[in-house]
C-alpha cells in the first residue's frame, strides 16, 4: 500500500490464496510461494503468514531488503531473494536476515563469500542461470568455471539452482519451453556431477499447470496462479488452469449521479459525446489512484452486477460512467475489479482494456489501502 485518502478499497480474500496454493501444491514438489513485490499488491506478510499457516515453508520475495522485511515479521520459512544484491550492502543483509540470494554472476558471488567469511558465516545462495531469457544468470558454458571457483570459496553453498522460462504461458511456443528445460536438466546434471547438491527449480505458474511432468524438477515457483489468475486464459489450453480463485477485488464509491443530455459532452477533451439522453454516475477513482488513463472511453467498472461502460476520459481522482436504467445514489460502492454475477470485471478483463497483463493490474490496485475478507 502506497496510496492514501482516497476512497477506494482493495480486499484480499486470504482463503482464496490458500486454496490456490494447495491445489498447486497437489501437483507435486516442492512449491515455493511467489510474494514479490508485495505479494503481487495483495501484501507481503498478511499472504505469507496465510500461507505459512497451512504448511508453505518457502518463500520467493524481490529484493534482499524485501525479504529481511519478511524475516523481521517473523517468518521463519527459507526466503529467496529473485533480484539477489544489487548494491554493496544487499550481500550483509541477506547473511544477516538469513535470505537466500539468486546469484547471477562471479563478482556477486566473490563478494558474498568474501563477507561472509569475514563474518564466519556461510552463505547459502541459489545459482541462477540463463537457459533462454537473456536477462540474468550464467550460462551452460560457465559450468566448468563454476565449478572451479565455488571449490575456492568455501563460504559458499549453493541450496538451489534456478532458470526462469520465457514461454512457459503461450501454447503455440511450447517447444521453447523444451528447449529451456533440456538445457536446464543438461546443467543440472554437470553441476551435480561436479558434486554439488541442490534443489532444482525451472517453472514458474504456468510452467507448473503445463509443463511439470516433463519439467517439474524439485521445486517450482509459484506466483500468479497463487493470486487466482489463468495464465491460459483465452487459450486452448485454458482447462489447465480453470477453477483458481481470484483473491482480491477493488471496491470505490460513487461521488455524484447526473443527467447528460443528447449532444453534451463529458470530461477532459470532450472525447465523449453523448447520442441519447444518458444517466451518469461520477465515481471517486483516478490514475492518482492506479486506475489507467488508458482506460478512458473503453473499460467498465461492475455497479450491482451490470457492466457500466467509461465515458471520456479518466481523470486524475474522478471516472464518468454510464448508469442509464440503474438508479445509484451518491455514496453507493462499484466495483473497479470483481463484483458480483455476470458483470463482474475480472484482472484478465481490466488487463485486455488497459493493453497490459493481470501482473501489473494487482501491482498497481495492491497500491491503494487494503482490506483483508
Ligand atoms: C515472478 C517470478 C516467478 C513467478 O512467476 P508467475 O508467472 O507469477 O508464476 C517465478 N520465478 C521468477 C524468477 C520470477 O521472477
Known amino acids: 500500500m502506497a496510496i492514501e485518502h482516497n476512497y477506494l478499497r482493495t480486499r484480499v480474500r486470504l482463503s482464496h490464496i490458500v486454496a490456490n496454493y494447495q491445489r498447486l501444491r497437489g501437483l507435486g514438489g516442492h512449491v515455493l510461494a511467489v510474494v514479490k513485490a508485495d505479494a503481487y499488491g495483495h501484501g507481503l506478510v498478511e499472504t505469507a503468514a496465510a500461507l505459512d499457516g497451512v504448511g508453505c515453508d518457502a518463500f520467493a520475495i524481490g529484493s534482499v531488503a524485501e525479504g529481511a522485511a519478511l524475516r523481521d515479521a517473523g517468518s521463519r520459512a527459507a526466503i529467496i531473494s ?11 543483509l541477506a547473511l544477516e536476515k538469513d535470505v537466500v540470494p539468486f546469484v547471477h554472476d562471479f563478482g556477486q558471488l566473490d ?51 534456478s532458470s526462469h522460462l520465457a514461454t512457459a504461458d503461450d501454447p503455440t511456443a511450447f517447444d521453447y519451453v523444451s528447449t529451456q528445460g533440456g538445457r536446464f536438466a543438461r546443467i543440472c546434471q554437470a553441476l551435480r556431477h561436479g558434486g554439488l547438491a541442490f534443489e532444482a527449480s525451472l517453472c514458474n505458474s504456468a510452467g507448473i499447470l ?31 488452469g480453470q477453477g483458481l480463485l481470484p483473491a482480491m477485488e477493488t471496491v470505490t464509491r460513487i461521488v455524484s449521479v447526473h443527467d447528460l443530455p443528447r449532444g453534451a459532452s463529458i470530461s477532459y477533451g470532450r472525447t465523449f459525446i453523448a447520442e441519447r439522453d444518458m444517466r451518469v454516475a461520477i465515481v471517486a477513482a483516478g490514475y492518482a489512484d492506479a486506475y489507467s488513463r488508458g482506460l478512458s472511453n473503453k473499460g467498465f467498472m461492475c455497479l450491482s452486477g451490470r457492466r457500466v461502460p467509461i465515458l471520456g476520459r479518466v481523470c486524475m481522482q474522478l471516472t464518468a460512467v454510464d448508469v442509464s436504467g440503474l438508479d445509484p445514489a451518491p455514496g453507493d460502492p462499484i466495483h473497479l475489479l470483481g463484483g ?12 485486455l482494456w488497459w493493453d497490459t497483463i493481470p501482473y501489473e493490474v494487482f501491482c498497481l490496485f495492491g497500491l491503494n489501502p487494503r482490506e483483508y475478507v
Not at 126 to 153: H, I, N, Q, S, Y
Not at 210 to 237: E, K
Not at 340 to 351: F, H, I, K, R, Y
Request: glycine share 12%; net charge negative.
Open 82 to 92: 529473485l533480484l539477489g544484491p544489487v548494491l554493496p550492502e544487499d550481500d550483509a
Open 111 to 161: 563478494r558474498l563469500a568474501g563477507v561472509a567469511a569475514k563474518a564466519g558465516k556461510k552463505a547459502r545462495v541459489a545459482l541462477k542461470f540463463d537457459t533462454g531469457m537473456a536477462r540474468l544468470g550464467f550460462a551452460e558454458d560457465d559450468v566448468p568455471r563454476l565449478l572451479a571457483r565455488l571449490a575456492g570459496l568455501p563460504s559458499i553453498e549453493p541450496v538451489m539452482v
Open 210 to 240: 503445463a509443463h511439470a511432468g516433463d519439467f517439474g524438477f524439485d521445486a517450482r515457483r509459484a506466483g500468479i496462479a497463487l493470486y487466482g489468475v489463468n495464465p491460459f486464459a483465452g487459450t486452448d489450453q485454458e482447462h489447465l
Open 340 to 351: 458480483d454475477g455476470p458483470g463482474a470485471v475480472s484482472a484478465d478483463d481490466l488487463a
